[in-house]
């Protein structure tokens, strides 16, 4: 994923200090869901608060996303036709996307997934190795 507001495996935490350092409303960047296997957190600053609106890829390789609850989920081709469609006001969030937060490094996506971790600690074994 090509996208230079992408952070991957950024924690909801680091996420948080990302957003305050910015500071202005509209600040968005996206990350790797913590919670939710697969899917993506667009997370968004407004008025001292962090949203966060969990984006699923779905067949053909479309993306959708529920803005508010009990509203019908939409679909988008790309994330680059998502951003671009709640950089406009009344879309749906909180606030429209005004201002990219940019990684500052390239993003490396090699944090185990939790169902991974999960596997490897539920082994059999009567030994755990630990490292020195």
Known sequence: MDLPYYHGPLSKTDCESLLLREGVDGNFLLRDSESVPGALCLCV??????????????????????????????????????ISTF??????????????VKRS???LRWRRSKVELEALTNC??????VLP
């Open 45 to 82: 600053w407004f008025k001292r608060f962090v949203y966060t609106y969990r984006i699923f890829k779905e067949k053909h390789g479309c993306y959708s996303i529920q803005t508010v609850e009990g509203t019908q989920k939409l679909v988008f081709s790309n994330l680059k036709e998502l």
């Open 87 to 100: 950089e406009k006001p009344n879309q749906g969030l909180v606030v429209p996307l005004l201002k990219p």
């Open 105 to 107: 490094r390239p993003c």
């Open 124 to 129: 059999n074994s009567d030994y755990v190795h």
